[in-house]
């Protein structure tokens, strides 16, 4: 918001933030209107008029422009003196009422989270906060508050488009008395959604009392309805599969609607057993009858008799004359019976809940609030879509008319000629919908009352049959060959104003009957609890009349609205998505044209535009433009009509571009007034400029001399002072610099006077060097800085004694451990170093204890899993070798395959190469013991230097260049040769040999 800055001045800012009133662009396309949209979201100005409407876009953030500040800024305001703003409608509607003594009404139209809800919300914590503080008004404040939360948690629930969506419509009449001091209130509510309350859509939840009920009620409160915490629980709440959302916190929501239900007194037996009717079960038996076999449920179910609601469930009681007789349901019908009787319970609460809060509010002149669902279209739309984009039809009829009313009025009280305005009249469409007989609710009507076999194709084929020319009216049977492509066999297309709209017949006819059995409806009236004796009995159970379908019922609702709004003032805010995501600083152009077009904006701005774009009272277009004209300026002594003549004479505009009211003057396109505000603009600078320039000339002249006289003194004084310091600067730097040529000239010798400040310059500048230079570790290989020839000896000295520090604390730094792990590594190098390929790749790795745990114990030096090679055939076998203090066992799980004592081990033969074979050479003491040991260990090195260790068998070891010979027993040999190949493999080779192929590694890789 810009403060203070009025609706003309803020035209100037016009290429920046967009104009704030439609009707004053240049070009009434929807393309410039889109644009200018777009600019003023870009600097978060979510509102815009169009004439008196209001347009708001939601920002999906929280913006600094609701706090009592703001209420105080807009208070008792004009109109058009300050930016568009929701509490600039909400005062102008407040004042005009008490002003000229009607009622007016606020229409807040948008499709589901545009922000309607929020809107309402907004109009009345204004009007809480700028109302007269009575003890009386804030009694009304509060209640009218505290109804929000409850008709949001029965009336409103999470959808694919909205997290918070009102699914039903809401008017509500604020009362003033002649006072303006708000004394009372009423809501009427509109189609209510009921169909929610037993099926739900993939994405979407059920209305949120049930959800804050369990996720937020106290253990106490669930054991005594039998409930239990948890969505999962229940049927009527998990069809949709989303009972978590985000955005929602129904434990803590569950706290405000509980205290506000505890002020009308609600018990919350019927919401826990609504929910306790979703879980009843139907079975068959064997002729297709539908049968109860556990009725655990119904005893929760209302205070009624658990054995006649079973009844009532599974029979259908048909009176014939004085008889009764009972017929038993088929599984469908009764959950159809189910349903039925949940929806009804569920949607008479609801009334009830509207009742009871209007009878706590209600007390003449009234501001009316009208929060009603937007035109909706949805992949799939069926029946509930229907009877809402009727409404939006209707409503858009009565805004049209409305409007054009209100402007001719204008008009007519001004004493300018009206020009007819050429718009799209949608009556065509609300005639195609509602005309008594042949519109498409009678015909709907007339298949849900008539006998026989009625299904909801019988009622498309109907449709077709009546209204198959009608222009606005198409099905698959009727469309032609491209558009039949789009439409399914079960569909019909409706071309709204808003545009085409595709609606699905299945389930028209089911949801417009929504009928409730006579038996159930009896037993309801009998129950125990107040609250549903009282909803049911309301319904005159005595009636023999088949009640209303709900389409009509939505069609008589509708009718009555119309005729309230009919007779008090309109005023109009309409609300825009900026985006389906809900993501904040995104506009999309494409969904925002289409609410554009569904909301009617352009026929509104056409219909503002037709005759004159602007338009103001004499006094105010005087008091704003008269510095334009000489004559006008600075004063003007005659009647403002006279003075706005000569003014606009004056500024050339030509006799089509204007014309003089009674009491205003009219501007016909907006240009004119854009050049009169960008004139205005310059003259408005120039005078300022004009003023300035001579105060300040006047001032500056006086504080030009004074500032002069003394300037002169000060830059005298300050002179004499620099140069007297530049003289002492100067002949102290001769004498340094003097001395600093004799030192160096006499750096060779003996310390004297002449060299020793230069000498000491040089020790300085060189251990600071050197201090930033030393090594950091004794690995660090960083040089030592080369000393000056007077400090030769000192920089041996100081690098000896860094050296023996960076080696003390290396030392001091090594752990047990680690100096275990080097003394290894050192044997490990002076075996290997040089000889074996792989070994400068082990050399990072660190030896373990051992690679088998389950098999290490005290006597177990060390254990690690190898691959044994049998001596004849080299059949590679999975062993473990395990190491003791006397010898080397080959284990396999647990057992012993063969013991090698050291005293027997004479030499032990590896590779030169990249592999991991070892050979075991062993002394042979009987002719029956087992010939040399050939394995293949991954941790070849750690095996071996383990080996070293316990064994002390350095020089035993053997690194080898080609292949290696064994003894496989007395008098047979064996060998394994070896050579480098592109993949690791071992295989016996043609000849006999185990042929061994390790990776070639090259010099690059050491």
Request: charged residues 25%; hydrophobic residues 35%.
């Amino acid at each position: 918001m810009q403060g203070q800055l009025d609706m003309e001045g803020a035209l100037t800012a016009r290429d920046r933030v967009g104009i704030q009133d439609f009707v004053l662009l240049d070009e009434t396309t929807e393309a410039a209107f889109l644009s200018n949209l777009k600019k003023r979201f870009s600097k978060d100005l979510i509102y815009t008029y169009i004439g008196t409407l209001l347009v708001s876009v939601n920002p999906y953030k929280e913006l600094d422009i609701y706090n009592k500040k703001q209420m105080d800024i807009y208070m008792g305001v004009n109109f058009f003196e300050l930016p568009p703003h929701i509490y600039a409608l909400a005062d102008n509607a407040y004042h005009t009422m008490l002003t000229e003594f009607n009622n007016h009404f606020i229409l807040i139209s948008g499709e589901s989270g545009a922000g309607k809800t929020e809107a309402s919300k907004k109009i009345l914590q204004y009007y809480a906060v700028s109302c007269p503080s009575t003890t009386l008004l804030n009694t009304v404040r509060d209640k009218m508050l505290m109804s929000n939360p409850v008709l949001e948690a029965f009336g409103n629930a999470k959808t694919l488009k909205n997290d918070n969506s009102s699914r039903f419509g809401k008017y509500m009449d604020i009362q003033f008395d002649s006072q303006g001091d708000a004394v009372g209130g009423h809501i009427l509510n509109y189609l209510l959604e009921k169909s929610r309350v037993v099926h739900q859509n993939h994405g979407e939840r059920n209305f949120h009392i049930f959800y804050q009920l369990v996720e937020g009620g106290s253990d106490d409160l669930l054991h005594q309805l039998g409930l239990e915490r948890g969505c999962q629980h229940y049927n009527y709440l998990t069809q949709g599969q989303c009972p978590i959302v985000p955005s929602i916190n129904d434990k803590n929501d569950w706290k405000t609607v509980k205290n506000a239900l505890q002020i009308i007194s609600f018990d919350e037996t019927v919401i826990a057993s609504v929910l306790h009717l979703g879980n009843v079960r139907f079975d068959s038996d064997s002729k297709g009858h539908a049968l109860l076999n556990n009725n655990t449920e119904l005893h929760w179910l209302l205070g009624v008799d658990a054995h006649r609601l079973q009844e009532g469930l599974t029979f259908r009681k048909i009176e014939a004359k004085k008889d009764q007789v009972l017929s038993p349901f088929t599984t469908d019908h009764a959950i159809y019976a189910r349903d039925a009787l949940a929806k009804a319970i569920y949607g008479q609460t609801f009334t009830w809940l509207v009742n009871r809060i209007n009878e706590s509010m209600e007390n003449e002149t009234v501001i009316g609030l009208l929060d009603i669902y937007g035109f909706e279209v949805f992949y799939v739309n069926s029946f509930e879509q229907f009877c809402i984009n009727y409404c939006n039809e209707k409503l858009q009829q009565l805004f049209i008319e409305l409007t054009l009313k209100s402007e001719q009025e204008e008009y007519e009280a001004e004493g300018i000629e009206w020009e007819p305005v050429q718009f799209f009249n949608n009556k065509i469409i609300c005639d195609l919908i509602e005309e008594k007989h042949t519109g498409i609710i009678s015909l709907l009507d007339e298949e849900c009352l008539r006998p026989g076999d009625a299904t909801d194709l019988t009622f498309l084929e109907r449709l077709e049959e009546k209204m198959g020319n009608h222009p606005h009216f198409v099905t698959h049977k009727l469309a032609d060959k491209m558009t039949r492509k789009t439409l399914e066999r079960g569909d019909f297309r409706l071309l709204h104003y808003a545009g085409e709209v595709t609606y699905c017949v299945v389930g028209f006819l089911d949801k417009n009957n929504d009928l409730l059995y006579r038996n159930i409806k009896d037993l309801m009236c009998q129950s125990k609890n107040d609250i549903v004796k009282e909803c049911f009995s309301s319904m005159d159970p005595d009636s023999r009349r088949r009640p209303e379908t709900v389409v009509t019922q939505f069609k008589s609702s509708l009718q009555k609205l119309t005729e309230i709004l009919v007779a008090k003032e309109a005023w109009y805010i309409r609300c825009l998505k900026s985006n389906e995501s809900k993501q904040s600083g995104q506009f999309d152009e494409a969904l925002i044209r289409h609410q554009v077009k569904y909301l009617g904006l352009m026929e509104h701005l056409r219909v503002r535009r037709a005759g004159f774009a602007y338009r103001r009272k004499y006094d105010v277009f005087l008091k704003r433009y008269k510095p334009l004209c000489p004559a006008t300026w600075p004063h003007w002594r005659g009647v403002a009509a006279d003075g706005v003549e000569v003014l606009v004479q004056h500024l050339g505009y030509l006799p089509d571009e204007y014309k003089m009211g009674r009491t205003k003057i009219f501007i016909r396109h907006p240009r004119t007034l854009f050049a009169t505000e960008d004139a205005y603009e310059k003259c408005k600078h120039e005078l300022a400029t004009r003023i300035q320039a001579k105060y300040k000339g006047y001032r500056a002249k006086g504080e030009y001399r004074k500032q002069k006289e003394a300037a002169t003194k000060i830059e005298s004084c300050w002179r004499g002072t620099q140069a007297r310091k530049e003289k002492e600067k100067r002949a102290w730097a001769v004498k340094v610099i003097k001395k600093f040529i004799k030192g160096y000239m006499t750096r060779g010798q003996a310390k004297n006077t002449d060299n020793s400040e230069y000498l000491a310059f040089v020790r300085q500048n060189y251990l600071n060097r050197l201090r930033d230079n030393l090594p950091k570790t004794v690995l660090d290989k960083t040089p030592w800085l080369t000393p000056p020839a007077v400090l030769t000896e000192t920089s041996e000295m100081l690098r000896k004694l860094h050296y023996r520090l960076m080696v003390r604390k290396y030392v001091r730094g090594i752990t047990p451990q680690k100096k275990a792990q080097f003394e290894m590594k050192l044997i490990t190098s002076s075996v290997f170093k040089g000889k074996k390929d792989s070994y400068p790749q082990s050399v990072a790795h660190p030896f373990a204890d051992t690679r088998i745990s389950k098999y290490q114990t005290p006597s177990h030096n060390y254990c690690v899993p190898v691959i044994k090679y049998d001596r004849n055939g080299f059949k590679p076998r999975q062993r473990q070798l395990i190491l003791t203090q006397t010898a080397v066992y080959v284990v396999e799980e647990a057992k012993i395959k063969q013991r090698v004592l050291y005293t027997s081990l004479k030499e032990i033969s590896v590779s030169n190469l990249t592999d991991s074979t070892i050979v075991f050479h062993i002394t042979r003491e009987e002719p029956k013991q087992k010939g040399d040991l050939v394995v293949q260990c991954d941790h070849l090195f750690e095996l071996l230097t383990k080996l070293c260790v316990i064994a002390n068998k350095q020089n035993a070891i053997k690194v080898v260049q080609g292949s290696i010979n064994f003894e496989i027993q007395a008098g047979k040999g064996g060998a394994v040769d070896f050579s480098t190949g592109p993949e690791p493999m071992v295989y016996k080779a043609k000849n006999g040999h185990l042929m061994v192929t390790p990776l070639h590694i090259s010099s690059r890789d050491h």
